[in-house]
């Protein structure tokens, strides 16, 4: 039979039984991989709506009112935010010693301790807003 389609024969059976058994593992390596991939692939196909219905988080940068108080500053101080700044670089630069050059709180050279809280009548930290800044006391 192999002399008809051209193939010669090595006579040899065992030859022949270990080339059709290495033929055998090989093709059953691929067809395991392929099921592999088909289930990877399924399973990133199932979880796909899943991820699709999330909104990344908006974090709201610029015209936001901020309110903040210090132990050594009297009163609240709010702060409208400018365009690409959020209230947490406001409260870092407050909290920052080596910072200059900014006017918040009626341009208070107060330093360190400065925390945010809610502004009254706000529901919450960042709001939308056109308040002014409240100057420090005397």
Known sequence: MGSALGIKSSGNPVIQDTTINETETIMSQKTRLSSIAALVALIVVAAAPV???TEPTEISIGNDTCCFTNPRYSGTCTVTTGPDESCSDVVAY???QASVGKTYCGNTKVRVGWAQV???GASTMCTPASS???APAP
């Open 51 to 53: 991820f699709a219905d």
């Open 94 to 96: 407050l909290n920052n």
């Open 118 to 120: 809610e502004c009254e």
């Open 132 to 134: 002014t800044e409240t």
